[in-house]
């Protein structure tokens, strides 16, 4: 049986420069070395794995995403929030709209509490960005929090958890 594992995720974004820079300042990832290309390209360190972005004119998927497990989602909250070129997407996934005071939405999901917040890149590259404690975020720093409601819950005592064995251990501190 063959076995695999992640090496990288590739992403078609349309200014190079603005990419590594939001990607550096939002989630703190930093270039690695990278071949020459025909194309404008930068790999970025992600975790001990890698974010390819490419400069191209092809556009950005609407709904395909990439997930990143974050150790501070107040902190990319506000880094997004202050990015002049990025911004949140609210999925349309709860009844009523999701916007509360013009606060944009930072979802949990309801069985294991698992927070989410999804943005868009300068590019218009979608990704959710994971936290595994809801309870623990600071709400005068994410005010809107809201339960998705377009779930239904998992079967008791299964492993449907970001969280589980086969997803992140997020109390395994992070390491550089």
Do not use: K
Not at 154 to 160: F, Q
């Amino acid at each position: 049986m063959t076995r695999s594992t992640y090496t990288h995720v590739t992403i078609a974004i349309d200014d190079l420069d603005e990419a590594v820079d939001f990607y550096g300042g939002v989630f703190g990832m930093e270039p690695v070395p990278t071949p020459d290309w025909d194309l404008p390209v930068q790999w970025l360190d992600c975790g001990g794995l890698q974010l390819h972005l490419v400069e191209t004119d092809a556009d950005a998927p609407a709904f395909h995403h990439f997930g990143v497990h974050v150790d501070d989602l107040e902190g990319v909250y506000a880094a997004v929030e202050a990015h002049s070129a990025a911004a949140f997407d609210d999925l349309d996934v709860t009844e009523g709209g999701d916007w509360v005071d013009g606060d944009p939405p930072v979802y949990y999901l309801p069985t294991i509490r698992t927070a989410q917040l999804y943005v868009r890149d300068p590019a218009g590259n979608l990704i959710e960005v994971n936290a595994p404690d809801v309870d623990a975020l600071d709400r005068t720093l994410v005010p809107n929090v809201v339960e998705r409601t377009d779930l239904d819950p998992p079967v008791p005592d299964s492993d449907a958890n970001l969280y589980g064995s086969f997803g992140v251990d997020p109390t395994r501190p992070f390491t550089d």
